[in-house]
Structures are given as structure tokens and as C-alpha cells.
């Protein structure tokens, strides 16, 4: 009697230790599916499929590295909306990227929060590819996992070319006053059927003239340089933030 009944309870715990793993497994499905669903929206640039990958709290963050050293964040769901918004907006030309991603690490916290760690990589043609490394916090909302933060990372020193090549393209010169006296060389231009500023990388200094008229090869990067404006107390008041572009050649 006492083996069938200890049979029993050794039955049982294997369909528990099942039953918990399918649970597992689920989780980790619906994880990656989501993931991958925000990436495949951000390449198509369809900002409804994008935003339904989120969680949107007021505590909801973005963040990730930026080619010049600094770094990009956004907190708030609200923030982070209006520059999704923009940015489509100012670029909605679908990309041709195809990525894949990779070495996932999904460690569940409990059966509402997880934490998530993988590697990323898009490629756009032959002679472009970017590798990085990704980190993100979900929350489960209903039935539906959610992003709540994201932390990008870029190996800059590892890429090039990985932008629109832009080729005689016209632009003007203008300033922008930062805070604490500093300026901000920038590039007024016609693209993507917007006239939108960018942050030129590689200006020379002789060509810094406020409505100066040039022509330029070069590439439209999809980093985002931050602009701030004089604040109060000494303390800058951040502005907006602007696509960088990496300045080639001047005709």
C-alpha cells in the first residue's frame, strides 16, 4: 500500500514538473514573440504594430549608446511615444533590414515580470551588418507580454554605413544656442519629403556661417543627438533631439 501510495505522489510530481516547464516554455514563446514583433514594426516604421509591444507606464524607459560617446534615454511612456512619432514621421520609408536574434536568456521573475538579455543582428545588404547587444524588462499585461524598458548597446567601432546615403544633397547651414553658452552647428535639408535639422559629423569648421548654402555627400544616421536650450540656475533644459549626419564630402 505504502509503495502504491508513494507511486502516486511520484506520478504527480512529474505532471507538476511538467506542467510547470510547459508554463515555462509558454512564457518564453510569448516573450520572444513580442520582441521580435517591435523589432519587425520599427524596420516596416508602422508605429500602431510598434506601440502595441509596450507596456505604457510613466515609468516605461529607452535607452541606448550614441556614435559621438553620449547616450540617448527617454522616460515615460508619453516621451517615449512622441519621439516614436517623430521619428517615423521624419523617416517612414520601410527598411530592407532582416534580423535575427540571438542567445536569448529569459529569467521569469515571477508569472507578471521577467527579465530578458540577447543579441541582435540586422542586416541590410551585403556590405552592412550591426551586431548588438540588447536588454529588456516585461511585465505581463492580460494575456500579452510587454516591454517596459529597453536597453540598446552599439558597437560603434565595429560599424559603418549604416544609414541613407545621401548624395548631392542640398542644405543650409544654421545655429542653435545650447545651454551654458555653447552652440550647435546643425544642417537644414530637404529629405524623406520633410525639411528636418540634423547634427553634422564631420563639418568643417570654415563652413560654420549661419544660412550658409552647401551641397554634400554624405549619410543620414539614425542616432539622435540631444539639443538642449539655456535652462535656469545653470541647469540645462533639454529641448529636442536630432538625427545625426555624417558629412563626406562638400561641392
Known amino acids: ?8 505522489l511520484f506520478f504527480l510530481s512529474i505532471c507538476f514538473v511538467k506542467v510547470k516547464a510547459q508554463e ?23 508605429l500602431n504594430s510598434g506601440i502595441n509591444s509596450w507596456a505604457q507606464f510613466p515609468f516605461t524607459g ?13 522616460k515615460g511612456w508619453d516621451n517615449i511615444y512622441s519621439n516614436m512619432k517623430e521619428s517615423i514621421q521624419n523617416d517612414p520609408k520601410e527598411r530592407s533590414d532582416v534580423f535575427e536574434n540571438r542567445n536569448y536568456n529569459i529569467k521569469l521573475l515571477n508569472y ?16 552592412w ?22 536597453i540598446s548597446l552599439w558597437d560603434y567601432s565595429k560599424l559603418f554605413n549604416n544609414g541613407y546615403q545621401l548624395t548631392n544633397q ?19 535639408t530637404n529629405l524623406f519629403g520633410n525639411i528636418i535639422i540634423l547634427f553634422p559629423i ?31 540656475g545653470g541647469k540645462p533644459t533639454p529641448d529636442n533631439s536630432v538625427n545625426y549626419v555624417r558629412i563626406d564630402k562638400v561641392k
Not at 507578471?112 to 556590405?127: L, T
Not at 543650409?172 to 546643425?186: E, F, M, N, P, R
Open 112 to 127: 507578471e515580470w521577467a527579465w530578458v538579455s540577447y543579441d541582435q543582428e540586422i542586416k541590410r545588404n551585403e556590405n
Open 62 to 74: 529607452i535607452a541606448w549608446n550614441n556614435r559621438d560617446g553620449s547616450f540617448f534615454n527617454k
Open 129 to 150: 551588418k550591426v551586431n548588438t547587444s540588447e536588454m529588456r524588462l516585461m511585465t505581463k499585461i492580460g494575456n500579452e507580454w510587454k516591454i517596459v524598458s529597453q
Open 170 to 188: 542640398l542644405g543650409k547651414i544654421v545655429q542653435h544656442s545650447t545651454a551654458l553658452g555653447s552652440v550647435d552647428w546643425l544642417i537644414e
Open 202 to 232: 564631420g563639418l568643417p569648421d570654415n563652413l560654420k556661417k549661419s544660412n550658409l548654402e552647401i551641397e554634400f555627400d554624405g549619410e543620414f544616421l539614425y542616432g539622435k543627438h540631444q539639443l538642449y536650450k539655456p535652462g535656469s
Open 24 to 46: 515555462y516554455s509558454n512564457h518564453e514563446i510569448q516573450i520572444k514573440v513580442c520582441l521580435e514583433n517591435e523589432t519587425r514594426a520599427w524596420i516596416k516604421r508602422d
Open 1 to 8: 500500500m505504502k509503495k502504491r501510495h508513494f507511486l502516486f
